[in-house]
């Protein structure tokens, strides 16, 4: 009879485990996880995405956690895992794993091509919650080589973080409520990369610095009391209608480069004052050629002084200012 009783007891206990009944209390594993990074390739602004190559290692002492299969790259547009390992000494746990991962990230491309992007690898467990499992970052481990940072960037920083992520939803379980919300725990990787982008900024936006020229060339002539009368008003319309061309061909060149986005940008800048000096000068020069005609001509010369220096003070300003990050 008391063996019997025993087996009573130890089924409820069993049932208890198994259905998380209110009053059983149990410790969620926790799992020590860090990363090294062993390639970073093809950072790509226009699709919004860079691939890398790392791998990732988990020390706990439960031997029912098995991460190698049930370790997602949250924010992966696509990735494989290779060369999961298993080890055990001491009763500590070692997995470790390699991931090549296509990663989807947004970008910050105010400043382009002097921009500094912030980098993410985030890892998810996708069977637990963070009640029980979580992670604990193994920030000594941790390691991204400098060596593998692509040509024209340098690398800055790079932590690696833990954080509880809630996901509005239940996932459609059906012993929860609608209005149940999950809480996983998720292990990221972040690296602060900064551009070199002296050269990149001379080729790509090559066009506005013609287009420029061309302005301050045309609004040069308009306001010069010998030059206007000697070189006519075709001439100058021709450099004016150059300039358009320029700034058009820069533009097609950037919207292969940069990503769509909402934010008043660097490149944003540069076409808005050359566009605004290319109308400038045109309209200066019509109306040049047309006021000198009267007795008002001197002072349409000292207009056109207004003009040119308006136009060299706000396009240096403005983009300057882009430029250095005080806007």
């Known amino acids: 009879m008391q063996q019997f009783f025993q087996l009573i007891g130890r089924t409820c206990l069993l049932v208890l485990v198994l259905t998380g009944a209110p009053g059983a209390s149990f410790a969620a594993t926790e799992v020590k996880v860090g990363l090294y990074l062993t390639n970073l390739y093809d950072i790509d602004m226009h699709n919004s995405q860079y691939n890398v190559q790392f791998w990732v290692w988990f020390l706990h002492d439960n031997p029912d956690y ?87 960037w340098k690398l800055q920083d790079y932590r690696i973080d833990v954080s509880p992520h809630r996901y509005n939803t239940s996932f459609g379980d059906p012993a929860l409520g609608s209005e149940t919300t999950s809480e996983f725990s998720r292990v990221s990787l972040v690296m602060t990369l900064e551009r070199e982008g002296r050269r990149l900024f001379t080729t790509i936006f090559i066009g506005f610095f013609v287009a420029t020229l061309f302005v301050l060339m045309t609004l040069a002539v308009n306001m010069s009391r010998r030059a206007h009368p000697v070189i006519p008003l075709q001439p100058r ?91």
């Open 66 to 152: 098995d991460p190698t299969s049930r370790t997602e790259v949250i924010n992966g547009k696509s990735w494989s895992q290779q060369n999961g390992v298993r080890e055990v000494s001491g009763g500590q746990i070692w997995d470790v794993m390699s991931f090549r991962a296509l990663i989807d990230e947004e970008w910050d491309i105010k400043r382009y091509p002097f921009d500094t992007q912030t980098l993410h690898i985030h890892l998810e467990d996708i069977e637990q919650t963070a009640a029980n499992l979580t992670f604990i970052p193994d920030v000594a481990g941790t390691r991204v080589d400098e060596s593998l940072i692509p040509d024209g």
């Open 237 to 327: 319309v021709t450099l004016a209608s150059g300039a358009i061309f320029s700034t058009i061909g820069s533009i097609y060149l950037l919207v292969n480069q940069m990503p769509y986005t909402t934010e008043f940008t660097l490149a944003d800048s540069l076409l808005t004052t050359t566009s605004v000096g290319t109308v400038l000068c045109i309209v200066s020069s019509f109306t040049t050629d047309v006021v000198c005609k009267t007795d008002r001509a001197a002072t349409m010369y000292r207009l056109n002084k207004v003009f040119f220096a308006l136009f060299l003070g706000l396009h240096l300003g403005i983009n300057t200012s882009f430029m250095m990050g005080w806007v």
